[in-house]
Each structure stands twice: as structure tokens, then as C-alpha cells.
């Protein structure tokens, strides 16, 4: 099985940056991703990366997000400049292992003035 540990959600201004982190208990040598659900929604795909570092983004965060990989730390990070109210969610981070989806707990971002 996998732990999945996210951190460094909080309170943040519209305009402004935040960077997530997801922490693996194990080495994941398949795609990682980021996921969010705003209230009253359903879970979407943010980001994801792949075990080589090919990247793939929605609509709505490309140009804004950025997904990294450290393999040697087993651990994505998401940056997140320029942020709009919309991005307001519940961030988790998400992987596949061994035919098996692991979420993480969740960290919360909320976009305000």
C-alpha cells in the first residue's frame, strides 16, 4: 500500500502563489498526480506527471500550475502562481499503484481577499 501525506495549503490572496507537496511512503516509478474538489463539486484532475517528468495540466490551471517530480524524495510538488477565487478546493494528491488508486488526506487552499 501507499501513504500519501500533502502539506502546504492555506490562505491566500487572489494574484498570489502557493506550492502543495504530496509525500509517498514508497518510490512510485508510475504517474502522480493532483486532483482538487471545490465545494459542491465533484473531484477534477489539476496535474499530473509521469514517472519520465511528462506533464499534463486542465485548461483552467495551464500557464498557472506547474507540476514537479523529485523521485529521489518521492515527492510532487505543485506550484501555483497567479490564483483566482475558482481555485478555492480541497487539493489531494492521487497515484496508481499496483491496479489501486491511494488519495491523500487532502489539503486545503482557499483563494481570498
Known amino acids: 500500500q501507499v501513504q500519501l501525506v500533502e502539506s502546504g495549503g492555506g490562505l491566500v490572496q487572489p494574484g498570489g502563489s502557493l506550492r502543495l507537496s504530496c509525500a509517498a511512503s514508497?518510490?512510485?516509478?508510475?504517474?502522480m498526480g493532483w486532483y482538487r474538489q471545490a465545494p459542491g463539486k465533484v473531484r477534477e484532475l489539476v496535474a499530473d506527471?509521469?514517472?519520465?517528468?511528462?506533464?499534463d495540466y486542465a485548461d483552467s490551471v495551464k500557464g498557472r500550475f506547474t507540476i514537479s517530480r523529485d523521485n529521489a524524495k518521492d515527492t510532487i510538488h505543485l506550484q501555483m502562481n497567479s490564483l483566482k477565487a475558482e481555485d478555492t478546493a480541497v487539493y489531494y494528491c492521487?497515484?496508481?499503484?499496483?491496479?489501486?488508486?491511494?488519495w491523500g488526506q487532502g489539503t486545503e487552499v482557499t483563494v481570498s481577499s
Open positions: 514508497r518510490r512510485i516509478f508510475s504517474t
Open positions: 492521487h497515484v496508481i499503484f499496483e491496479f489501486r488508486h491511494y
Open positions: 506527471i509521469t514517472a519520465a517528468g511528462g506533464t
